[in-house]
């Protein structure tokens, strides 16, 4: 390691004695560079005649005179005071002029070989020098000789640190993984019952799934070459490289087959061909067709396995999909409660963590988490544990953690005054209340109205008891009942609706559209999906799109839609007058503490639901309560 350090020492400090050597010559020539001076023949003439001109350097070209007598060894003095240059005429009684002034005439042959190479020769050398040393400074692999050459590199195994232990809640994908990598490994066991290995595997899912970190378990874990490669890096502005990559990639691969080669970010090269590009040909496109080719030409590479992560498998190409190619797509989706627990625990692994920290209740509050989700969440309990200098992450940094990713960092400067904080204190009880009071509503964990986040001024935090994968169309209404909950809560108190309302009533609008045109759970339309949302390859496309229904049809779902808003408000403003007390005790409550817990929540609605079934309704608390 010295010597590497003192070989970058001496490379750096190169350019800086050429520069110096440079400003040196640069000084001397100013200073002992000569006075020239161009004249006309007539005024060199002259010159001569007045005694400026003592010898005269005569060529094919020009005269050079100078105002020194020179020496008879040498053509020039070492440091001339003038010099008067003048092109050279066809005048016959020159020399006799010069011989008639004293002037000393020396003649100068100017086709030497020395020149030839001093003008030629040495400036080429120069140059290429010069390119030389650029070339060596910009490092191996680069310059105008490698643009065609690949950019993937050899992953050692030693030098990922990464195997399919630190993987966790991917159990499907490590599976398919581990039987491509045991195929490489041991092909025979394969072969000899007539199988083929799988050309190729893509890895698909939302990001932040462990697509790319898959692929450095199996890195990891692969006892053959590994090759990796990002899918902008076949791309360039020179028409050619990309597909010439390419080429080299399966010709570098070819020779240390059996082994795998990684392509993150797939789509970057596999787009659709024709795409939003209404030309036939361009550099894309070749890129891609060559890919296609080496993956299953007319030569196959035996024992190259592609492995490619994208997540956007709806854009790629279906060439590329089909079986020969990509023969298995392995889908990487967000994990469930168990995959959440055994992500967690591989987090915080290295963590110091308190005794009554428990994971699967962080688990239950993260549903919908990825695993990139799941490790910021845990980095984030970290830095807020360190920020508040305690020794160990506790449970209400996972908690603080996980409010500040789901709804945004608290901002304690956005002060906002009595009417508005009094007008969201309503707004987000009548979310809570209306959950509480169905029947397959999510429960509601936390209700806050800490100003969060770009424009959140509040928020009620629901969570499932369990994942679900199936809703039904009472579920569905129930949940477009709980958004309108604030709009219902701000009618019923305040008499006057606000803008606050504007994420949930688009939130419930596209619920209530999906039933009429996705799900067909409405009795005017049937069980017809009218779903006009193009696939995205049209999308791209300059084309018109054809509408697939009539304009009937269009104003009969509108209908349907703003049917279900409507009665589903009306359900929403039903349940909120009923429990009108109730709304007023707990937006007090929510006010004087600004977050209230699940717990809490749950024992003040259970208090109040005893009471109306004990105690009539006088009013006296609700007017009470008005006057927060």
């Known amino acids: 390691m010295p010597e590497a350090k003192n070989i970058k020492t001496k490379a750096s400090f190169s350019i800086v004695y050429v520069l110096i050597a440079l400003l040196i010559l640069s000084l001397l020539q100013l200073w002992i560079a000569p006075n020239r001076e161009n004249v006309s023949y007539s005024q060199f003439k002259k010159y001569i005649a007045d005694g400026k001109i003592n010898s005269v350097v005569v060529s094919q070209r020009y005269l050079k005179g100078y105002d020194k007598i020179q020496g008879k060894d040498k053509t020039e003095p070492l440091f001339p005071q003038q010099i008067f240059v003048t092109p050279r005429v066809d005048d016959k009684n020159l020399v006799e002029f010069l011989e008639q002034n004293n002037v000393e005439i020396i003649a100068e042959n100017e086709n030497t070989f020395l020149m030839t190479l001093l003008s030629w020769v040495l400036p080429a050398v120069i140059f290429v020098g010069i390119w030389a040393w650029a ?13 065609g050459k690949s950019k993937a590199r050899i992953v ?26 045991e195929f490489l490994r041991s092909p025979g066991k ?47 502005m020179f028409v050619g490289l990309g597909a010439a990559r390419v080429r080299d990639l399966f010709e570098q691969a070819a020779k240390q087959a059996p082994c795998l080669v990684f392509i993150d970010e797939l789509d970057a090269v596999g787009k659709a061909r024709g795409a939003g590009n209404l030309a036939g040909h361009d550099e894309r496109e070749q890129t891609l067709n060559q890919l296609l080719v080496e993956m299953d030409g007319f030569q196959p590479n035996l024992g190259v396995v592609i492995l490619a992560a994208t997540n956007r498998p709806e854009i790629l190409d279906p060439a590329l999909l089909r079986p020969g190619r990509f023969d298995r797509h392995i889908l990487v989706d967000r994990p469930g409660l168990k995959g959440r627990i055994e992500i967690l ?25 990825t695993g990139a989700d799941l490790a910021n969440l845990v980095n984030e309990a970290a830095l807020l544990a360190a920020r508040k200098e305690k020794q160990e992450v506790t449970p209400q940094e996972l908690e603080e953690a996980i409010d500040r990713i789901v709804a945004g960092l608290e901002k304690k400067n956005r002060v906002l005054n009595e009417k508005e904080k ?71 108190i305040f008499h006057e609706i606000t803008t606050g309302a504007q994420n949930d009533l688009q939130r419930a609008t596209e619920i209530a559209r999906s039933m009429v045109t996705i799900y067909g759970m409405t009795e005017n339309l049937g069980s017809v999906t009218y779903d006009q949302t193009p696939s995205p390859f049209l999308q791209q496309s300059f084309y018109p799109q054809q509408r697939e229904i009539s304009d009937e049809t269009a ?50 609605v259970g208090n109040m639901q005893e009471e109306e079934k004990t105690t009539p309704k006088t009013g006296t608390i609700a007017a009470d309560v008005r006057s927060i």
């Open 156 to 181: 050692a195994q030693t030098d990922v640190g990464v195997t399919f232990k630190d993987v966790a809640g991917q159990e499907e994908a490590i599976q398919e993984l581990q039987e491509v990598l």
């Open 422 to 492: 009094r007008t969201v204190a309503y707004h987000e009880t009548g979310h809570a209340l209306v959950a509480a009071f169905r029947k397959t509503a999510e429960k509601v964990h936390k209700i806050s109205i800490v100003p969060r986040g770009i424009g959140a001024l509040g928020f009620t935090l629901q969570l499932p008891t369990e994942d679900r994968y199936l809703m039904s169309k009472r579920e569905l209404l129930e949940k477009i009942d709980v958004l309108l909950g604030g709009r219902g809560a701000e009618i019923t």
């Open 190 to 236: 394969f072969t000899q019952l007539g199988a083929k290995i799988p050309k190729g595997i893509l890895l698909v899912g939302p990001p932040g799934t462990g697509k790319t970190l898959l692929a450095k378990a199996v890195a990891g874990e692969a006892g053959v070459p590994f090759f990796s490669i990002s899918g902008s890096d076949f791309i360039e």
């Open 135 to 147: 070339m060596k400074r910009m490092g191996q692999g680069s310059g105008i000789m490698t643009l």
């Open 555 to 604: 104003r009969l779902i509108d209908t349907e839609v703003r049917n279900i808003i409507d009665s589903r408000m009306e359900e929403v403003l039903k349940t909120l007058k009923e429990r009108e007390n109730l709304l007023h005790i707990v937006a007090k409550r929510l006010l004087e503490k600004e977050t209230l817990e699940s717990d809490e929540f749950t024992e003040l």
């Open 345 to 369: 625990q591989v987090h915080t692994r290295k963590m110091k963590l308190s005794k009554d920290v428990d994971l699967e209740i962080i688990a239950r509050r993260t549903p919908g988490f």
